[in-house]
């Protein structure tokens, strides 16, 4: 069964590398079908998608325009409580104690986790190998 990874951010530049990253790693699962990245410039796209099918993993940056990350995660839990559930945030923010006090309540809320921004590849493996492959 094929995974889906989605990747919502408003940055074309971080949302591709973000993409390319992944398949890099993954380079065998991507050309087998085995898994496929999406991407999003905004959250409302991101709800969309997952008020019609489960994504696997959602990364969200926390700084969109309009409906930021942590919006868009809540509409998520409103059309997929499951999705919800799959959602890592992605943000160089997080030390900032308003940002980092509103990730924190998403994470209590269902949110699974938050990765820095920029992340390194090691950091976005160890994420799809323990939330999409559970290796």
Do not use: W
Not at 46 to 60: E, S, W
């Amino acid at each position: 069964m094929s995974k889906l990874v989605v990747v919502a951010d408003n940055v074309p530049e971080v949302r591709e590398a973000l993409r390319q990253t992944i398949e890099h790693l993954y380079e065998e699962k991507v050309s087998r079908g085995d898994l496929r990245v999406d991407t999003y410039e905004e959250g409302s796209g991101v709800v969309t998608l997952c008020a019609l099918t489960l994504p696997d993993l959602v990364i969200l940056d926390v700084d969109m325009p309009g409906l930021d990350g942590i919006e868009t995660s809540y509409c998520i839990k409103e059309v997929s409580r499951v999705a919800a559930t799959r959602v890592v945030f992605l943000t160089g923010y997080a030390g900032s104690e308003e940002v980092r006090a509103r990730i924190d309540r998403a994470i209590a809320d269902g949110a699974c986790g938050c990765l820095p921004k920029p992340a390194t590849s090691a950091d976005i493996k160890s994420l799809l190998d323990a939330r999409v492959f559970g290796a």
